[in-house]
């Protein structure tokens, strides 16, 4: 079973629009970290937001959040008023185990949504 | 340097011919991490140092590529007898320490196999 999955391989919004791109991942483990990253043309992996399956609170950075469902095992991310250099491929991503103490460091990628923004 | 530098940012190669993509983390980060992203897929681990050891190289494909690492900075990963199937997206990324809460990543080199 795939460990993230991004259902949507292409998204558009329409500048100063929000948009959702939906993440579910799959884990056996209580400790956990979910990513978000987006990759532009140029092709750097540039890191967004981050959420701990402890943290109670939604992560927020600037115009992403991350609409946080652990029940539903799912980990949305939000982009309030688009931009169009918001144009780039975003990927989900999963640490499994705890953060601390660095013993899990590998991330589990899903296979991106490409988001468009037009004018 | 300010950033994760890779080189070439892109390479064409004959199938069978050897390659060499060069990581040059930033200044100071002891962990350093590549990833593969092939077409159409996310990126897929494949090898981490600490210094100039790998502690983990479970995600090389096969035993045609390795990588090391010197002076606990430029990494270097040696693709052998390239096939088609390794065209894809060779990311490296660098982190201060050992880190589960994410690193920074280079712009990737993209290598393709002909």
């Known amino acids: 079973a795939q460990k993230i999955t991004q259902t949507q391989p292409g998204m558009f919004v329409q500048e100063k629009e929000a948009v959702t791109l939906d993440c579910t991942y799959d884990?056996?483990?209580?400790?956990?970290?979910l990513f978000w990253y987006k990759q532009p043309s140029s092709g750097e992996m540039i890191f967004l937001i981050y959420q701990g399956s402890y943290d109670e609170q939604n992560a927020t950075e600037g115009r992403y959040s991350l609409n946080f469902q652990k029940a539903r095992k799912s980990a949305n991310l939000v982009i309030s008023a688009s931009q169009l250099g918001d144009s780039a491929m975003y990927f989900c991503?999963?640490?499994?185990?705890?953060?601390?103490?660095?013993?899990?460091?590998?991330?589990?990628f899903g296979k991106g949504t490409l988001l468009t923004v037009n004018p | 340097g300010a950033g994760v530098s890779q080189s070439p940012s892109n390479k064409v190669t004959e199938k069978g011919k050897d390659v060499e993509l060069r990581c040059d983390p930033i200044s100071g980060h002891t962990a350093l991490y590549w990833y593969r992203q092939s077409l159409g897929q996310g990126l897929e681990f494949l090898i981490y140092f600490q210094g100039n050891s790998a502690p983990d190289k479970s995600g090389l494909p096969s035993d045609r590529f390795s990588a090391e690492r010197t002076g606990g900075s430029v990494s270097t990963l040696t693709i052998q007898r390239t096939q088609q199937e390794d065209s894809a997206v060779y990311l490296c990324a660098s982190s201060l320490r050992r880190s589960g809460y994410g690193y920074t990543f280079g712009s990737g080199t993209r290598l393709t196999v002909v």
């Open positions: 991503a999963m640490r499994e185990g705890p953060g601390s103490g660095g013993s899990n460091y590998k991330l589990t």
């Open positions: 884990t056996s483990d209580q400790s956990y970290g």
